[in-house]
């Protein structure tokens, strides 16, 4: 059979902040993140390191909106699954984005406001008016360390200049993330993939609604990804 050149997918940021300093979300109802290159990792491949990765995709996917997507829509067309060896078992997939999104939505009292944009070292400053509510510029995660081996701060596009597992370095303007997928074995034909996801926690506040440096985030959306 041939094999269809083109696989669908969305790959968000799972991020799990485990300091108890990041532990407030609300709900995004818009979540726009950009997608910059996407590998396949082999068997024997952990969460912190990716085995014979074997690229699917690269350079800018455009900007997708997860917030606005049905549950099991297809959101995004991004790479190929062609470069797959027939018989190589895949269990983990390293996708790297912008950290950079747009977002919008709240925290409790705490709004995004337009303007308010945060950077690559600092986080968004929020509004307590609700009448400020506006889409702004947030990034994924929060500078420092023990954020979990599936991320890292990347210093390129490709994912090069990578920080250390779980580490997010000021300045870096992309993430890693590698996920555990359910194994997938090319043989005769490429898997029909099913994506669900939702943004109900996917805004995070540090603590201080209107500080650059404990503000909003970018934080944990929900996502579940499978080969069918």
């Known amino acids: 059979m041939h094999l269809t050149k083109k696989i669908f997918l969305i790959l968000i940021s799972l991020l799990v902040f485990k300091s108890s300093a990041y532990a407030a979300t609300g709900e995004a109802t818009e979540y726009k993140i950009t997608m910059t ?6 068997d024997g491949s952990t969460l912190a390191t990716c085995k014979n990765p074997v690229k699917l995709g690269s350079g800018e996917s455009g900007s997708i909106d ?16 062609v470069a ?7 269990t983990h997939m390293k996708v790297t984005m912008k950290r950079a999104i747009t977002i919008k939505g709240n925290v409790g009292t705490c709004y995004t406001k337009t303007g308010n944009n945060g950077t690559a070292s600092t986080t968004a400053a929020g509004s307590t008016s609700s009448g400020d509510l506006g889409s702004t510029t947030a990034y994924m995660a929060v500078v420092g360390k023990g954020n979990g081996d599936e991320i890292r701060s990347a210093a390129e596009s490709n994912g090069s200049g990578a ?9 870096h303007e992309y993430l890693n993330y590698t996920m555990a997928i359910t194994p ?3 043989t005769t034909r490429i898997p029909v993939t099913k994506l669900a996801f939702g ?30």
């Open 37 to 42: 290159y996407l590998v396949m990792c082999e």
């Open 84 to 90: 797959l060896k027939a018989g190589i078992k895949y």
């Open 199 to 228: 943004t109900t926690n996917a805004l995070g506040l540090a603590s201080s609604c209107t500080s650059t440096s404990t503000g909003l985030y970018g934080a944990e959306p929900d996502v579940n990804i499978s080969f069918q």
């Open 163 to 171: 920080a250390d597992a779980g580490e997010i370095e000021a300045g």
């Open 66 to 81: 997860i917030a606005n997507t049905a549950a099991g829509a297809t959101a995004a067309q991004y790479g190929s699954l």
């Open 184 to 186: 997938i074995v090319i």
